[in-house]
């Protein structure tokens, strides 16, 4: 999938979300919801990763199942897709964006070592 590709999806899902929710137009509402669930997956791929690393108690480390952790960090990526758009945010520019000022980053690093 590309980013355009989940660009697209993401515009479809938010017009679902706000067909279930009311079809709520209150901005500051659907950023403060999509705030609260972007802590609530990235909480579970954090319970995820404690699993991974066998960090967990053994009862949920006898639920652990590894089919589940592309799950979780795909839920992480589309809640943040999610408050990305609803912020206006252009993802694939952002993205691109921010890959430069790594790259700069990685390079100036390199001329002092």
Request: glycine content about 2%.
């Amino acid at each position: 999938m590309t980013l355009k590709e989940l660009s697209l999806f993401i515009k479809a899902e938010d017009a679902r979300l706000r067909t279930m929710h009311g079809n709520s137009e209150d901005t500051e509402k659907r950023l403060l919801a999509h705030s609260v669930k972007l802590s609530e997956e990235v909480g579970e791929l954090s319970e995820i990763v404690l699993s991974y690393c066998s960090l967990q108690r053994k009862e949920k480390l006898n639920k652990f199942d590894k089919e589940h952790i592309p799950g979780e960090f795909a839920d992480v990526i589309i809640v943040c897709a999610l408050l990305a758009n609803a912020m206006d945010v252009d993802l694939e520019d952002a993205i691109e964006k921010k890959i430069k000022v790594i790259e700069e980053r990685h390079k100036k690093h390199l001329e002092t070592v």
